[in-house]
């Protein structure tokens, strides 16, 4: 095998990339991991990951994931930084340029999430990191004593909500419709903290401020088509997430929303291909299930060379 030759490619660091990275390292593939940023994916955006076997009481997002990569260490697992921009199959081997350079793998496993989708809305993209946010987490202690706004009716956007609180003096919570996506546990945990208010059947329309940052947000309510501007100093948007998948587009089959389509064993169309956790079709996004995938796509890749030199 030629020194640039791996056996296997992972491309993301999240859960599910550091769980198949794990496998196929104890299993002694020859493997390399390509992150683009910053190893542990979405749940280092996250404060405290509750529904996670194994941790009573909760356990930080980037906690764990500092366990997921130590655990990921002990095997050898090499990791590598640098964008991914294409894929390209030759047949027995799969060549990715990563920041223009060739990485040659005999099997792929692409885990490279989600991020967070934009509002699209007047106002959005000029006041990103000036009042803007997509990370309560990240940004939420800047907005002390101050009223923040929150877009969205899913898990994130109620665990963002509650940890909001800490900081800012009043926290909305701004959904389009008139029921939360949300879980019931984190839908009484909203009810029960005065500092949130739900504005239900409502949308933001537009971000406004000035050069010192956002002021407001023009809001409507999506029944009475009445608009009002809500006084604001801070504007998270938690409105799901959007594949990170389009540079596969022309070599892999994707559904309507971008998402990598494989069979239960995380095969993608293109043998040798394998895709694992929020990147891929599937109904329940979680860390369990992303180690799950990534587990199922490491036995499947170690499977798939086997059946190679057969
Ligand atoms: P999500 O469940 O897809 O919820 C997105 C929310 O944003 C929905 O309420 C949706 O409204 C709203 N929305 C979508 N597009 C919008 C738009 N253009 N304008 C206004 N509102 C819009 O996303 P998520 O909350 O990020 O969760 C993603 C996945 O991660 C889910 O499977 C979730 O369960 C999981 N998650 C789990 C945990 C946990 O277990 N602790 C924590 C975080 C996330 P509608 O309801 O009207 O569609």
Known sequence: MSEN??????IGGGPAGLTAGLYTSRANLKTLLVERMIMGGQVMTTTKVEN???????IDGPD??????EHCQEFGLKVDYGEVENLVDEGAEKVLTVDGKKVRARAVIITTGAEPRKLDIPGEKEFTGRGVSYCATCDGAFFRNVPVAIVGGG????????FLTRFASKVYLIHRRDKLRATSILQDRLAANEKIEILWNTTVERAEGDPSGLQAAQIR?????????LSLQGLFVAIGVVPKAHFLAEILKLDDEGYILTDAE???????VFAAGDVRKKILKQIATAVGDGAVAAIMAEKYLEDLES
């Open 266 to 272: 995380c095969r993608t169309s293109l043998p040798g």
């Open 64 to 69: 764990l994931m500092m366990r997921f990569q």
């Open 221 to 229: 309510n999506v029944q009475s088509g009445e608009m009002r501007s």
């Open 5 to 10: 030759l791996y056996d296997v490619a992972i």
């Open 155 to 162: 898990d994130t956007a109620a665990e963002e909500a509650l």
């Open 52 to 58: 996670y076997p194994g941790f009573p009481g909760g």
